[in-house]
């Protein structure tokens, strides 16, 4: 298959591990700060071709995962109201709120469809002029122009019943978060599809300001050890800077339509992050004039969204690096991927979820 | 468990085993290990006893329908225990305003299924119900067959042992793809046909060929790797897989690399997992060949000495992890 198999071929990985192994000279972690990366480092068994000196740890990069219970209660009042359908992305489905998840809602007779992008959210408003159709806008920049341009559409053609629960999130400030606490992070893989959209430069400040290395990485096995192997030689030869290996998608500055959108329907906000709490100008709240647009104004302000999390549960120290799913008292016991108790568990691309289905070494 | 049953309790995955374990099973005081169909002896002959029922939505795909679907899946248990199908019984929960042309075109299809496959079926019920009450038909089936003498041990796996070789008949992953394209909602065309075949005479030939077959298993709802995690608790062996052994369609391939589907977990209709000695593996894959319905065989694995109850897999690219059972859904109402 092409555009696969040229970057699974078994020769070319055997090359880049022996590549990796002849280079390393040291420990070296490596964090990944994209959920599409987590996944397929464990689903090709990645970490068992590495030496033992290169540990890989997974970031705040699921956008499942960082979003706080408080999203999921606001999503589930306005599921419970008269009149609406709830559009979401498959992967929030089951993530647990306080007292329920999207799922839950659904038996309970809720009006909430699976769908793919934002557009075919707007779809559905056209579709039912009578009810709100409100789309539950998560993830990074890869997912937030697609809401922008559906709003901008949703405007254009007059769609006056579709509304967007937004929990967009940026990325740069959550890796500036991990950082500026002191961590033993010496690279990052960075998020191939965030930067197809920002563009690498969104991750200058890294080498700059921390003195660390980032390569910009695609999401094939070929992809991700040579992403490791220029990492090792930058620690190697203390040649910290932002390298593009995606070179396929990725360009300095990015996809400026897509930009573009983004900058006409959102404007930067702090933001709540699970594990980290508000981490300053990390969101994406809705400009004025999109305001009509936001879905918040269903949500009854009366009471305050808890953030309350389980207290043995380690995703927040999880999500930062400093600890492995194992580390965790509930991990594989009471938190498994079919009742899962923290947010690492619920989606396929949390560090606990992949932990769990793929590891063979705990 | 929760306090209403969930889709994925219906996936076929863990938590299909857990609502079975804690409501069914032991109420029922079956016999562990629980296998496609019962063995029960009469008269001093061993019988294969099983009854599976159809939901597919649509009832009709590309490559068959819930007819066909029905047949084969009941004959496909018998074998694969090791017995010659013999006799099937059929119940229909009909929705008020299903066309009955349709009725016709499935009801045809079993005829000429359980006639190919030299089966009977012997009786049958009919209920209607009102509209909205069920979605359009279900069908259920039931069946028997004589175990020959030497298969009793082929549903239990009993005599596998470290270094026998795992076989499948073709590729992974069509007969959930199939119907999963003809629900329309993908707004592209799946060039993909369900794999749904009875599969008794393709498994006679391999039996009759004197070669050693120590398991068989049908690999529906789930799929190959759940079935593998299955056989590996039962028989607490280890159990490894050659990723890129196991025959998959580059359409699925392309498909699950889409929509983020693994064709290990995806369900066939007309796929059978056999364990076999190492000595007589490569034979078995050329009888299995040498049919159309086996046309793709591979060796796909083996069983391991260590790594008790745990099922690893060699990916595609030479890495080692766990291949588990599946956890939640995948795709509900594939069968």
Redesign the interface.
Known sequence: ?KY?DEY?D?RL??KLAEAIRREVCRNYVFMEVCGGHTNAI????????LPKEIKLISGPGCPVCVTGKDFIDKALDCAGQQDVIIASFGDLI?VPGSHSSL?GAR?EGADIRIVISASEALEIAALNPGKKVIFLGIGFETTAPGTAVTLVNSEKERITNFFVLNAHKTMPNAMDAILKDGSSIDGFICPGHVAAITGSEIFDFIPERYNLGCVVTGFE?ADILHAVLLLVKQVNNAGQKVEIQYRRAVTKKGNTLAKKYMAQVFEPCDAWWRGFGIIPDSGLRLKEEFRIHDAERFVPQSESKSHTEDKYCLCGEILRGNKVPPDCSLFGRDC???HPVGACMVS?EGSCNTW?????DE | MNDVITLGQGSGGRLTHRLIEEVFSKRFGMSEPLTDSALVSARGEMLAFTTDSYVVDPLFFPGGNIGKLAVCGTINDLAVSGAVPGFLSTAFIIEEGLPVADLKIIVESMADEAEKAHVKIVTGDTKVVERGKCDKLFINTSGTGIIKPGYEHISTGKRIKPGDKLIVNGSLGNHALAVLGARNNLNFRIPVESDCAALNHLIASVLESGNEISFMRDLTRGGLATVLNELAVMINMGIFVNESSVPVDDPVRGLCEMLGFDPLYLANEGKVLFVAGSDDAQHIVEILRSDPLGRSAEVIGEILPEMRARVVLKTSIGGERILDMLSGTQIPRIC
């Open positions: 298959m696969i699974r078994g990985i055997g464990h689903r090709f068994g990645i970490p068992s071709l089951r799922e038996r096995p498994i991927p079919d396929m769990f289905r793929y590891r063979l």
